[in-house]
């Protein structure tokens, strides 16, 4: 989904700055299965409000620069519902994490156990978070992706807890291709 799409699905919920969009992404309801950035929600918001498919209002801060608040307009909730018409793409998981455990044997065998322990880490805190997230007033769609998301979360982390002896206990029986350490 491009960041346009995903800035006028945030302004259906309501009101928001920037940066409030931003953070629906890193501690709110999408932060398990989208990602945008500042750098592409601010091009995208100019590029919406030039097209009339949201508003902008300042709204004046002593000592800061104006906060713009969007506002998604009628025809932006006629775009934003036309968009998500289309089948979305296939999903992909992106991972720095996979990326480098891939790699595991060119890496020390006490850095590939700290990268699982944190990651395992990192699994259980976005669990939790989940967990103690009450989407029931939001309706049926944010309650069924927010158990989704601990569907997926949860079998990740069982899979990391389940398997991590196999890929660092492993690696001494396969010294040549273990990483000099």
Same mark, same amino acid.
């Given at each position: 989904?491009?960041?346009?799409?995903?800035?006028?699905?945030?302004?259906?919920?309501?009101?928001?700055?920037?940066?409030?969009?931003?953070?629906?992404?890193? =501690? #709110?309801?999408?932060?398990?299965?989208? =990602?945008?950035?500042?750098?592409?929600?601010?091009?995208?918001?100019?590029?919406?409000?030039?097209?009339?498919?949201?508003?902008?209002?300042?709204?004046?801060?002593?000592?800061?620069?104006?906060?713009?608040?969007?506002?998604?307009?009628?025809? #932006?909730?006629?775009?934003?519902?036309?968009?998500?018409?289309?089948?979305?793409?296939?999903?992909?998981?992106?991972?720095?994490?996979?990326?480098?455990?891939?790699?595991?044997? %060119?890496?020390?065998?006490? %850095?590939?156990?700290?990268?699982?322990?944190?990651?395992?880490?990192?699994?259980?805190?976005?669990?939790?978070?989940?967990?103690?997230? =009450?989407?029931?007033?939001?309706? =049926?769609?944010?309650?069924?992706?927010?158990?989704?998301?601990?569907?997926?979360?949860?079998?990740?982390?069982?899979?990391?807890?389940?398997?991590?002896?196999?890929?660092?206990?492993?690696?001494?029986?396969?010294?040549?291709?273990?990483?000099?350490?």
């Amino acid at each position: 989904m491009d960041v346009r799409t995903v800035c006028l699905g945030v302004l259906t919920l309501g009101d928001a700055t920037g940066y409030q969009i931003r953070k629906m992404f890193e =501690d #709110g309801p999408f932060q398990h299965f989208t =990602d945008a950035g500042f750098g592409s929600i601010y091009p995208a918001l100019g590029r919406l409000h030039k097209e009339g498919l949201v508003t902008c209002e300042q709204q004046s801060q002593s000592g800061r620069p104006d906060k713009k608040i969007y506002s998604i307009t009628g025809t #932006g909730r006629q775009a934003f519902a036309k968009a998500i018409r289309n089948a979305p793409g296939p999903d992909k998981i992106r991972s720095d994490f996979l990326f480098t455990l891939f790699f595991e044997h %060119l890496l020390p065998q006490q %850095l590939v156990a700290a990268a699982l322990d944190e990651q395992i880490a990192w699994y259980r805190a976005r669990l939790e978070h989940l967990r103690g997230c =009450d989407r029931s007033g939001w309706g =049926d769609g944010p309650v069924f992706v927010n158990r989704f998301g601990q569907a997926v979360y949860a079998a990740a982390l069982a899979f990391l807890e389940q398997n991590k002896p196999a890929l660092v206990d492993g690696r001494a029986k396969r010294p040549e291709r273990q990483a000099a350490e």
